[in-house]
């Protein structure tokens, strides 16, 4: 005898109210959705999401909902995989309003991008979303952002990235839209379809969400989320590093409530930004450090560069590391050079002498770390990866900091070993993407043919995604500037004229 059907009930949870099924009232969720694979929302009515008019954004921006992501040590970072991790250019982005129905009209009618089954095939006309919708968000969301995700990231994952991407999703509604942007431009560009429909946005979602008020109820879950969904859609080529900047303002609104971060001058302490347990303010540091690297720019923020012994232990979630291949005693030298750099051209006659013993120090000091069981091919191109940064910190120390130039007796033997190691590293592997900075910094210095060929095949391997901030083949052009330019034949260059060829070719507002 089968079982008994569960008689229907007004008291079902919401997304069996949806699909007009019968729930058995399991608590906190039903059987039934677990079983059917669907996500059970509960016995209560969430709040709609209300339409982001510019008054709409500011009320989902100043919000002030759990954040069950934030809260996860696993999660965190999870927001590393946006937009901003692939090849997109907002710069011709325009004005939109969600509401408009000729803008839902224009996206029913689109039919270039691939999906699976059961996944929406546009943005919902309406975004008071019902238990279904959201559901299907979260679905695609998950899909698209660990199919990224495992590509990119420099370390194995140690615990269920599926999970975590739909925890970090159900967070907030600012978040999920964010993220299913995010996954719709991922899609698109990894099935080489059209992405420019989803392009359009992102201009517009950052300003309004930037241009959001806070109140005395902001929490600071709420500003957290508010900096990494900004983060997630402004981090890019030229056009997205204007949009970075703006983020400055709610990140410093984010770091005034954390005591920690400030040193007596004043100025943010990178070593303690970047062992923050906000996520979105270590990223935020991370990327202005090697955005002002790459394009030879002046930090957002004026930092504290001081090196405290934590920042040469592997600290328990290293989130530069797992994502970037980046260590923390790395990104603090490299803002060293930003500063040193940045001190040279206000005063020409400094020769920062005692940076450059300290850096030396430093790096002679660190050891890269593998720590975690895989293939002796993997395990070896990883030790290559983040072995490549020490010559190149140093390159760019004695170019930036001492205003030496390529022809500088201490710099060819170290363009050498950047080479030999970025080599180590076979070309279609993924980690490739991970030598972008190193080989930027490289390539610069570089004035043998064979070494430029080699450094340029690396720095142009990451045509769809990017795992340093920044997609490092927008930077081949800068290169080539600058190699049939002023370092034409093999002729000795400055750091600064690399800057002069990257404002040609990568133009950005300062």
């Known amino acids: 005898m089968s079982d008994p ?33 669907f996500q059970c929302l509960g016995y209560t009515r969430q709040d709609s999401f209300k339409a982001p008019t ?18 996860g040590s696993d999660n965190m970072w999870l927001s590393t995989y946006s937009p901003s991790a692939l090849n997109i250019d907002p710069s011709n982005a325009t004005t939109f309003d969600l509401t408009n129905d000729s803008l839902w009209m224009q996206e029913q009618n689109t039919s270039t991008i691939a999906v699976l089954n059961g996944f929406p095939k546009n943005i919902p006309r309406s975004l008071e979303l019902d238990p279904l919708e959201i559901n299907n968000m979260v ?12 590509r990119v990231s420099f370390r194995p994952f140690k615990f269920s990235l599926e999970k975590a991407l739909a925890q970090r999703a159900l967070s907030s509604d600012l978040v999920r839209w964010s993220m299913y942007i995010g996954a719709r431009i991922t899609q698109a560009l990894f099935d080489d379809t059209n992405y420019h429909t989803y392009i359009h946005w992102i201009n517009s979602f950052h300003r309004q969400v930037s241009g959001a008020e806070p109140t005395i109820e902001t929490s600071l879950i709420n500003l957290a989320d508010r900096l990494a969904v ?35 001058s004043s100025a943010i302490s990178i070593s303690q930004a970047l062992h923050a347990s906000k996520h979105p303010i270590t990223k935020f540091v991370f990327a202005d450090t090697i955005a002002a690297l790459a394009f030879g720019t002046v930090p957002m923020l004026h930092y504290d560069t001081s090196i405290h012994p934590m920042d040469h232990q592997l600290s328990r979630e290293p989130f530069v590391e797992w994502v970037y291949s980046c260590p923390v005693i790395i990104i603090i030298l490299l803002a060293k050079v930003n500063s040193s750099r940045v001190s040279r051209l206000m005063d020409p006659t400094n020769t920062n002498s005692g940076q450059i ?32 940064w020490r010559p190149a910190v140093l390159i760019y120390a004695y170019m930036g900091t001492c205003g030496a130039d390529s022809g500088d007796e201490r710099i060819e033997p170290l363009v050498r070993q950047v080479v030999q190691l970025a080599s180590m590293v076979e070309a279609g592997n993924p980690m490739e993407i991970h030598l972008f900075i190193p080989c930027l910094i490289a390539g610069v210095a570089a004035r043998k043919e064979k070494h430029r060929s080699i450094l340029r095949k690396k720095i142009k391997s990451s045509q769809k995604e990017n795992a340093c901030i920044l997609r490092g083949a927008d930077f081949i052009s800068t290169l080539d500037h600058l190699w049939h330019g002023a370092a034409a034949g093999g002729r000795a260059i400055t750091w600064g004229d690399y800057a002069k060829s990257r404002c040609v070719t990568l133009p950005v507002e300062t």
């Open 139 to 150: 679905q695609l969301i998950v899909s698209q952002y660990g199919r990224l995700a495992h």
């Open 230 to 264: 900004l983060l997630d859609v402004s981090l890019g080529r030229s056009a997205g590093y204007l949009l970075f900047r703006k983020c400055t303002p709610i990140f410093l609104q984010l770091a005034a409530n954390f005591p920690q971060l400030w040193s007596e």
């Open 357 to 388: 013993q300290e850096i030396e120090k430093h790096l002679q000091k660190w050891n890269p770390t593998v720590d975690y069981a895989d293939q002796p091919s993997i395990r070896i191109a990883r030790l290559a990866i983040q072995e490549a």
């Open 54 to 71: 510019s008054k709409g954004w500011r009320g989902v921006a100043n919000q002030g909902k759990a954040n069950l992501a934030c809260s």
């Open 5 to 37: 059907v569960p008689n229907r009930s007004a008291r079902g949870c919401l997304t069996c109210k949806h699909r007009k099924k019968k729930c058995d009232e399991a608590k906190p969720v039903c059987e039934r959705c677990v079983n059917g694979n």
